[in-house]
Every structure is written in structure tokens, then in C-alpha cells.
């Protein structure tokens, strides 16, 4: 079956610039993550979006930094007027619910220059 | 203090070497566990999940010390292909999960 997707895969963009970045779960998965893992280092969380709920954004760094997603679906994270330190692998995972196995999508690999 | 804590590594063992990673967790009412391998340049993947009475996949096992809040990933036999980064995974309490920053292991011929 399918698995998480992400789009685009690369992203080169100027420092300034905003950038969208997508994710679409497997089908039926309520919980969706949005991670962020610089070159060598380990996942940082971002925000959680679990069903209805309000999503958990204490992962988030900045106001800079804004996500949403549509009932079950897909999911957007944005970033706003990109600096260089957000260059980074963004990473997607779903799961059926909130405490159970998350699958990954491939990562959407930011450059801001 | 990290809510999930893994020593960095690297771990440098040859082929054929058991090697074993812990991991201490914060939340003492942490309820799944689960151990997750990430190659490099790659998406992490799930490895195992771990039961509270331990379990086994082949070359690997993975235990649960609740009263010491640790979890346990131990690979006998190692190969070449074990070359990966190992992630410590536990959810905080009723919430999300949480993942370690992971265990550097490098097998070598």
C-alpha cells in the first residue's frame, strides 16, 4: 500500500524567501508529525496534529514556522521568510494513533542559501 | 534533563561482534516503546517494537526495565549492513512519542 509521501523531495530557495512543504499520511492515520533533522544531528520535533484536537505546536521555533492540515489528510508546513539555519531535512510521519508506530515519509532536503 | 536519553556512539565493533545500546526514559508512565533504525541520508524506519516481557527478531532483541526506565536494543552477529543509527523511541505517558537523537553504529569488515 502506499506510504507517506512528501513533496517537493529537494527545495533550494533564497534566504527570505517563504517555502511550503508537503505531506500526505497514510490513509486513515489520525496522528501526523512534522519533524526537522539537520545534517548529523537527531530529529527535532516541530508539531503534532492528532484527529480534531488542537495540534501541539511546542516543537515549533519560531513564529517563523506554521503548519496545518485538513481533517486527516494532508498536511502543510510552512516557513516565512527563510534564514540559512533552517536548511534541513523535513521529515513526515504518520501513524493509526497518537501512541502507536510512525512510518515516515522521505523528507523534503531544504537549502536556504 | 532529555525525556529519552541514548549515548551518541559511535559504536565501532567487526563483523560478527553482539553489541548492545541502552536508552533511559524520563516518564515513568511512558507505555510504548519501540526501537527504530535510520541508514544515512535516510527516513527512520521502525526496527521492533519492545514488550514488556522483552522480545526477539532473529539477531536482535530488545528489552524493558520499567523499574529502571531503560530499554534495551542488543544485536548479536553483527553484519556489515547493521551500519546505521539507532533510534530509542517512547511515548510520554498518553502523549506523543518521543524520540532519542540516536546511536551511531558502524560494523566494519
Known amino acids: 500500500g502506499a506510504g507517506v509521501s512528501q513533496s517537493p523531495s529537494n527545495k533550494v530557495t533564497e534566504k527570505g524567501k517563504d517555502v511550503e512543504l508537503r505531506c500526505d499520511p497514510i490513509s486513515g492515520h489520525t496522528a501526523l508529525y512534522w519533524y526537522r533533522q539537520r545534517l548529523g544531528q537527531g530529529l527535532e520535533f516541530l508539531i503534532y496534529f492528532q484527529g480534531n484536537s488542537a495540534p501541539d505546536k511546542s516543537g515549533l521555533p519560531s513564529d517563523r514556522f506554521s503548519a496545518e492540515r485538513t481533517g486527516e489528510s494532508v498536511s502543510t508546513l510552512t516557513i516565512q521568510r527563510t534564514q540559512q539555519e533552517d536548511s534541513a531535512v523535513y521529515l513526515c510521519?504518520?501513524?493509526?494513533?497518537?501512541?502507536?508506530?510512525?512510518?515516515f515519509g522521505p523528507g523534503t532536503r531544504l537549502l536556504v542559501l | 534533563r532529555k525525556e529519552v536519553e541514548q549515548d551518541p556512539g559511535p559504536f565501532n565493533v567487526p563483523e560478527g561482534a553482539t553489541v548492545a545500546f541502552n536508552c533511559t526514559y524520563s516518564n515513568s508512565a511512558s507505555q510504548s516503546f519501540f526501537w527504530y533504525r535510520q541508514d544515512c541520508r535516510k527516513e527512520p524506519k521502525l526496527l521492533m517494537s519492545?514488550?514488556?516481557s522483552g522480545n526477539e527478531d532473529g539477531r536482535f532483541t530488545a528489552q524493558l526495565n520499567r523499574a529502571s526506565q531503560y530499554i534495551s536494543l542488543l544485536i548479536r552477529d553483527s553484519k556489515l549492513s547493521d551500519s546505521a543509527t539507532y533510534l530509542c523511541v517512547v511515548n510520554r505517558g498518553t502523549d506523543k512519542l518521543i524520540f532519542g537523537t540516536g546511536t551511531r553504529l558502524q560494523v566494519f569488515p
Open positions: 519492545v514488550y514488556s
Open positions: 510521519a504518520s501513524s493509526s494513533t497518537f501512541s502507536e508506530t510512525q512510518y
